[in-house]
Structures are given as C-alpha cells and as structure tokens.
C-alpha cells in the first residue's frame, strides 16, 4: 500500500510534521512539498495525506488549488487531512473544515489539527511584526502534538 503525505509550508513547522507522521507509517511513504516540488501524480497511491498551515485563517493558496485540481482523483483514495495551526478547540476545528473542499473532508478516513511551532528565525521582518500584532507572540514556541500524530497515524492504519 503506497502512502504519499502532500503538504505546504513555509517556514518548517509542517514539514517537520509531514516527517513525524511518515516515521509512524512504513517505509513506503513518500513526502512531497508542493511549494517546491512539482505536482505529484496520484495514480500509484492507494492513500494520499494533505496537510498544510495555517496564516492569516486559511491554508496555502498551493494545496487550495491542488485540492480543487485533484478532487475527483482523490475522491478514489483514501485520504487523510492534517493542518499545522495556533488555534485551539473550535476555531481549529472550523480552520481545518476550511481548508479543503467539503466533499473530500467528508471522504477523510481521518483529520487533525496537530499543533503549531514558530520559528521566528526563518520568518520575514514582515511576517515577525504581523505575528507580534496579530497572535501577540513574541518568541518561538513548540506547540506540534506528537500524540496527535501518532494517533492520526494509527487511524490510517486501522482502516
């Protein structure tokens, strides 16, 4: 059965994610970034994961639209859906619902959001004042739920 995790980021927190989750499945998983890899075909994957973060409320514009390309491909696979987020109980829940069209979040075996981590070193000027502004955080943080992970993992292996 071959996995692919498909996922966007921008400073690290969900790659280091997509990692964590690959180690929890086999060795026949792959890891792609769609902001700097080209589109991977999807023909070979029995289960597809897509996961993302979160800025300014919503996911990358890169997974909105390889979601909205591939969605009738991926309404044939098992699919499993993740968002990397500061936001915590209902708001987290509505920022994952969001991120990706209605049909496939319904289809998902499984969906989690697993946490966030800042790394305020990689970050623009920019984007260091806007989160000052905005969440009002000032220094790095690290926030990614290994349990979560775990669990997202264990719940694609079971079906």
């Not at 080209?38 to 300014?56: A, D, H, N, Q």
């Amino acid at each position: 059965m071959k996995t692919i995790i498909i996922y966007t980021s921008k400073y690290g927190c969900t790659e280091k994610a997509a990692y964590l989750l690959k180690n929890q499945l086999d060795d026949e998983t792959e890891v792609v970034n769609l902001m700097h890899a080209k589109e991977p075909t999807l023909e070979r994957y029995e289960t597809v994961i897509l996961g993302g973060s979160i800025y300014f409320g919503k996911i990358q514009k890169q997974m909105t639209e390889f979601t909205s390309k591939y969605q009738n491909e991926l309404a044939n696979k098992r699919v499993g859906l993740f968002i990397c987020a500061g936001a915590k109980g209902e708001q987290a829940i509505q920022e994952l619902k969001s991120s990706f069209p209605e049909k496939l979040y319904n289809q998902s075996i499984t969906k989690e959001v697993f946490g966030d981590e800042i790394y305020e070193e990689k970050m623009t000027a920019l984007d260091r004042v806007v989160l000052r502004v905005v969440k009002g955080k000032n220094k790095s943080v690290n926030g990614l739920s290994k349990e979560t992970i775990e669990r997202f993992a264990l719940a694609l292996k079971k079906r």
